[in-house]
């Protein structure tokens, strides 16, 4: 419990820590300064107006807008050549524009679309129009190519072309004869090291159809790079193991056997808050329906993309709401019966609970560790990046995409809810839980608390870790101590609800950011601030209802709670029978979302090009796709067990383990196939399209029916091909 003492004494310190942060602030967030003039609305505008100059195009288009960044040249110059402020330098000057609105330009089943450029200032920057193979247009030779391009190259695009050079030169030959010439130009005057600038054209026939501007970047540090990211994403995939593996599956698991057996297990309250929670975050998805088209393959209709996308967000939820239930019904059960003088989880906002001071004074402690918390981590990337060598990428605090959805403010509010609850709950409640009951059993509960802490601030901060940052670890040594020190002494003095709220909080004051960065959008900032206080709101309405304070007696405490065993039937195997059936099905679900959500580790193997095209058949998705079909259903066990004899086949040449193979393609229904000089490593960072896996094992006659197809979202996918 808060004491007014306490609640005093931290009031200061929030003070003192929001004065520093006034103070900081700019070196905290590290902010780049993009002046941002055009928006979404006037870059659509600008977009339609320019589609009119060809003709290709047609009429009655539709439209879909995003803002995007260039990460690769941040990147390279922050690490490389002269750090933020060379960076930012970049983005004052005129040569080329890190920030772009890049507006698409499409039609409904036709393959002609268009994507047009401009920079923040709105000026134009580019464009490329997407000219079927078999449209008929008279060949230019390169000279006169070259002719055109020095003629046309201006009509959208507001650079200096004699500042280029050529430097590379290519054409190639259609199907119909019709010869297209892409030409590379280089900036002769500007540089960035090792690094150019660069201008990409293209010539259809005798049309200019692409003028895009670029930065190269050495292909020495892409490698490097692309070194920090697998450390950042190593380390990120190891917590996945520990936490899905250790607290769901070995702690989860155990928790639910025995507190299901000792009465101890309760379930309705925790499934209802998850169901919200999943729902809620799902949501989101939908809240971006205005860049969604950026996807769109105009091959389909739009109602098949449009039913595609909410079958993925249902299944997402599904999944989320497994993931988030499992979740909660063992934290609660673990802290019931770890720390008997919390308040019960679910019983904090209700009446004569949540109109009492101790729930008053706690949250109001929660809110103001807020500040505190922000002045932690602000001070850590002032220290670490001055003494130490810290790295962190530098970042626009406008965000055109954030503002471009249905309700900004909602975005915010549905991720950090998401956070704030279920992290909390899965990083604090389950294992200093769990470590606290353990060393109570052996008589060392101080030593069981203390392993347990460090042990979940370890594994929070490297589930972070897959953010761009150098040193890899640099998020671990960031968030270590805030997870002790803040979240954990929360969880373990006050409770997990009030650490929740801390958490919730801080990530909606980062995540509304953008908005309140941006002029105008005054029912989104107030939708924020009544959000941000949706906790006082609950006390001061159960206040207004009670007419009073109210004193907390046992009953609403976990040392009220009164377990109730199962009783035990005439029949015991019935008893025996539905018990082992609850664990089973509890163990089944916790492994699905292991495996849905774990990187599976498996050792690459080689196949020659001969063996390469007899044996699969790879299924690629397109590229930047964001969906794909999965699941499947044989109706042949015969070809089932000849799926798995290959699979045992692909494991024993290969020295992979079948266990792994077997569970990565039939119960996880995820499986990358990474070409590289025909050689192909499984990984589980993108997917192989199951619905033609008849087609993939050339060799099995497997008659698969598609009786039911769940989509699943899949950032950042690639397309795969053979070479």
Known sequence: MTTNKILSITCVVAIASTLGLAYFWDDFLGGLSVNVSMDRELALEEAKAASEDFEILGDNLDQAAAYAFSSSLRDYVELKQGGREKFQSIIDSDVFSPYNWVVRTFKEGQVAEATFAFKPDGSSNGYRVKIPEDHDSDSLSEEDALGLIALKINDHWSGNFADYSLIESSFEEMPNSRVDHSFVFEHKLQDIGDAKYRLNVDVSGSMVSSVSPSAFIPESFNRE???????????AMFANFAFLGIYMLVIGVGSIIIFYRTGWLRWKSSLLAAAFIATTSTLVQLNFYPTMWMAYDTATSKSQFMIEGLLAMLANGVVNFLLFGATFVIAESLTRRAFPEHIQLWKTWTMNVANSKRVLNDTVFAYLIVPIKLAIVGAFYILMEKYFGFWSPASS??????????????????????????????????????????GQRYNMRFTGLAIAMVLQALIFGAGHANYPAQPSYARVVELFLPSIIVYGMLYLKLGVIFGAITHYLYDVLLFSLPIWYSSGYVVDKFMTVLCGAIPLLVILYFRMKANGWAELDNKALNKGFKPTPPEISKHKEESKTKGILLVWSFATISGLIFFLYTPILIPSFKLSKTQLKTKLCLCSSKSNQALGWYFFKSNCKEGLIELISLLEYFAIENNSSIGCVFSDVIFSMKCCFSLIECSITLSTKSFLSLTNLYSVFLEIPIDFEISSIVMLFIPNSRNKSVT
Do not use: C, H, K
Request: hydrophobic share 55%; net charge negative.
């Open 397 to 438: 605090m406008a965000d055109p995409n954030y503002l471009a959805s249905i309700f900004p403010w909602y975005t915010g509010i549905a991720i950090s809810l998401q956070a704030g609850f279920w992290e909390e709950m899965l990083f604090r409640a389950v294992p200093i839980g769990a470590g606290v009951l353990i």
């Open 225 to 235: 790079f692309a070194n920090i990211r697998s450390d950042n994403d190593t380390i």
